[in-house]
T-cell receptor, first 119, second 113 residues
């Protein structure tokens, strides 16, 4: 998993606080994807971003969650007013070209995730 | 609704033995199928990726098969090692605009000495 860097690895927040998760894609990758993995469950797609654009956010909860991938710097997944149900592992993946498009069979490269715990 | 079902949910085998993990999917139209290995506390790592025209693909002791007609795939692990203990995830990509990957729930494999 070297290359896709996520931080922090572990994050503890109290209910009502904000959580900010960061993802730096592999060098040369301009497509970033966020996934959530609840305990004992599979990964669920949340959002797909290119630099400065949200391409697909169909997996994002309608409230409290937002994501960005600015021209400079890492991609940020932001969760406002966290609740206990937000406790999960959040994974970021990157691709050099659209990993979820018909033109590519490139495997997405995953980071090691941020484990968010809500007290 | 696109779905990926994996079986078994968990599996325990002895070191040196072979095993086969199953994946059934209903994703349509199909683009490709990937198997990932996820160690505890780590992100998934790609093992194989197969398109519609590929029936089998190997990566060391891992061999994946694909039957696009029956929409089934398998991952065969030969001569298992303790380090094979992990979750194995089947992921299917649909061939349409704005598609997303559909993840199976994974098979938790434990290899015992």
């Amino acid at each position: 998993n070297a290359g896709v860097m996520q931080n922090p690895r572990h994050l503890v927040r109290r209910r009502g606080q904000e959580a900010r998760l960061r993802c730096s894609p592999m060098k040369g990758h301009s497509h970033v994807y966020w996934y959530r993995q609840l305990p004992e469950e599979g990964l669920k797609f949340m959002v797909y971003l290119q630099k400065e654009n949200i391409i697909d956010e169909s997996g994002m909860p309608k409230e409290r969650f937002s994501a960005e991938f600015p021209k400079e710097g890492p991609s940020i997944l932001r969760i406002q007013q966290v609740v206990r149900g937000d406790s999960a592992a959040y994974f970021c993946a990157s691709s050099p070209i659209p990993g979820q498009g018909i033109s590519s069979n490139q495997p997405q490269h995953f980071g090691d995730g941020t484990r968010l715990s809500i007290l | 609704k696109n779905q990926v079902e994996q079986s078994p949910q968990s599996l325990i085998i002895l070191e040196g033995k072979n095993c086969t993990l199953q994946c059934n999917y209903t994703v349509s139209p199909f683009s490709n199928l990937r198997w990932y290995k996820q160690d505890t506390g780590r992100g998934p790592v790609s093992l194989t990726i197969m398109t519609f025209s590929e029936n089998t693909k190997s990566n060391g002791r891992y061999t994946a098969t694909l039957d696009a007609d029956t929409k089934q795939s398998s991952l065969h692990i030969t001569a298992s090692q303790l380090s094979d203990s992990a979750s194995y995830i089947c992921v299917v990509s649909a061939n349409n605009a704005g598609n997303m990957l559909t993840f199976g729930g994974g098979t938790r494999l434990m290899v015992k000495p």
